[in-house]
């Protein structure tokens, strides 16, 4: 059983930081995973805000270029999403996602959601 947990979410002026989280428990390793932070605001399709592969190559959104970064520590199977110079936009549940693909299967999981809202 793979379990993916966010946490970090919350309520934050504009302008203001957080950092989310994500841990990864069960029968994975997330170092042969390939990694991304999702978004779903209200009546909004959910999109790809970053991602990391397993090599560590990073991309992003053009909306949080330069304002967001995200990072992996495979030891402790965890993946950050440093949030910085919040906007009102970036209000939206964001979700965690691990996925790999091999020859025969394709991988893919997901957790629950955190919250967070930028609001004054």
């Known amino acids: 059983q793979v379990q993916l947990v966010e946490s970090g979410g919350g309520l934050v002026q504009p302008g203001g930081s957080l950092r989310l989280s994500c841990a990864a428990s069960?029968?994975?390793?997330?170092?042969?995973?390939?990694m991304g932070w999702y978004r779903q605001a209200p009546g909004k399709q959910r999109e790809l805000v970053a991602g990391i592969t397993k090599d560590g190559s990073t991309n992003y959104v053009d909306s949080v270029k330069g304002r967001f970064t995200i990072s992996r520590d495979n030891a402790k199977s965890t993946v950050y999403l440093q949030m910085n110079s919040l906007k009102p936009e970036d209000t939206a549940i964001y979700y965690c996602n691990a996925r790999r693909a091999t020859l025969i299967n394709l991988y893919d999981y997901w957790g629950q959601g955190t919250q967070v809202t930028v609001s004054s």
């Open positions: 069960g029968s994975i390793f997330i170092s042969r995973y390939d």
